[in-house]
């Protein structure tokens, strides 16, 4: 079984400009969340998705939206991008009523 | 506020010796699951273990443990017979509603 799979792998980004990564979960999970992970800190939880509704927001600015579409997938946007914004975005898929997120291996995005 | 604190920001063990890491949390919640979660350079963010705090039993999986200590708010994950392959970041987080909340990591490399 494919596990979460994320696209881009890398992306290079001009400040200013948008970004949309997108994220698939694992077949059967539901919930899908974002983090996002400066270099050298943990994972900061930015959104999470449960059957196309949002369910939690962290504290982040209104430049960042998600959404999460019938087939479970998930996309993160921001807008305006900031210098700051360059980080590890990783997403992680949940299977309802089981504790536990499987992650992918991430969208390295670097804003220059 | 919520929070999660690794104190050690890297340590070392040498192959088939034993190590542990140390993680305090805060939360006034009750309910709540902790992880120990695995980050080599391939970026992945891997479970290790998971421990349920209503239950008073330590979870252990394979040379994995855990020390947890839920008065003390106490989560550390012992490396029993540790391998080269586990040299990576260690990320401790606790799950509440919605989301995890991670600690700031503890770099762990195994020497031959």
């Known amino acids: 079984d494919a596990g979460v799979t994320q696209s881009p792998t890398h992306l290079i980004k001009t400040r200013g400009q948008h970004v949309t990564l997108r994220c698939s979960p694992i077949?059967?999970?539901?919930?899908v969340s974002w983090y996002q992970q400066v270099l050298g800190q943990g994972p900061q939880f930015i959104f999470q998705y449960y059957e196309k509704e949002e369910r939690g927001r962290g504290n982040f600015p209104d430049r960042f939206s998600a959404r999460q579409f019938p087939n479970y997938s998930s996309e993160l946007n921001v807008n305006a991008l900031l210098l700051g914004d360059s980080a590890l975005y990783l997403c992680a898929s949940s299977f309802p009523g089981l504790s536990g997120y499987t992650f992918g291996s991430g969208t390295r995005l670097t804003v220059v | 506020a919520q929070t999660v604190t690794q104190s050690q920001p890297e340590m070392s063990v040498q192959e088939a010796e034993t190590v542990t890491l140390s993680c305090t949390y805060d939360t006034s919640e009750n309910n709540y699951y902790l992880f120990w979660y695995k980050q080599p350079p391939s970026r992945q963010m891997i479970l290790v273990i998971r421990q349920e705090a209503y239950k008073q039993q330590n979870a252990t999986e394979n040379r994995f443990s855990v020390n947890f200590q839920k008065a003390a708010k106490s989560f550390s994950l012992k490396i029993s017979d540790s391998q080269l392959g586990d040299t990576a970041m260690y990320f401790c987080a606790f799950m509440v509603p919605d989301k995890l909340i991670f600690g700031t990591g503890t770099r762990l490399q195994v020497f031959p």
């Open positions: 077949s059967g999970h539901k919930s």
